[in-house]
């Protein structure tokens, strides 16, 4: 069974053609909560959605609000929005991303996750640009 396990390991990826569907990749795009940039009915995500999907690049699939910090008392306020993709092609998709997420006005700090050769990457707006696969370990950005 390892033998046969190990060939299979040493052939080409299956091709969309050959099982019905595309091989995906996943991504997070992480946006920071803002005081007087509320998004409260969640139209940046459909934006997103709708960019991707017009691009034949992928899909949202999810999101949500995730907590920053504990304060002091033990309160943790929500810190920024997790915004997650389905991709087909990673640059392609940072491409696009790094134009719609600019186009929609996210703020400085917004982050593009992805993987690159094994190790996990973010860009990370600094306006007017994107720094482009800055290193990231155990989900934090390294600063």
């Given at each position: 069974m390892a033998a046969l396990t190990a060939e299979r390991m040493a052939q080409p990826p299956l091709t969309p053609?050959?099982?019905?569907?595309?091989?995906?990749?996943?991504?997070?795009v992480k946006i920071p909560v803002v005081a007087d940039m509320d998004d409260l009915y969640h139209q940046r995500e459909?934006?997103?959605d709708q960019a991707l999907r017009a691009r034949g690049l992928g899909t949202v699939i999810g999101w949500g609000d995730s907590l920053g910090e504990t304060r002091a008392g033990g309160s943790r306020r929500v810190a920024y929005t997790r915004v997650d993709l389905d991709v087909a092609d990673i640059e392609a998709?940072?491409?696009a991303l790094q134009q719609v997420?600019?186009?929609?006005?996210?703020?400085?700090?917004?982050?593009?996750?992805?993987?690159?050769?094994g190790a996990s990457v973010a860009d990370v707006y600094a306006p007017p640009e994107w720094r482009l696969a800055q290193p990231v370990v155990r989900g934090l950005r390294q600063r």
């Open positions: 053609r050959a099982t019905g569907y595309a091989r995906t990749q996943f991504m997070v459909d934006r997103i998709a940072r491409a997420l600019a186009a929609l006005g996210t703020p400085a700090g917004t982050e593009i996750h992805y993987s690159r050769d």
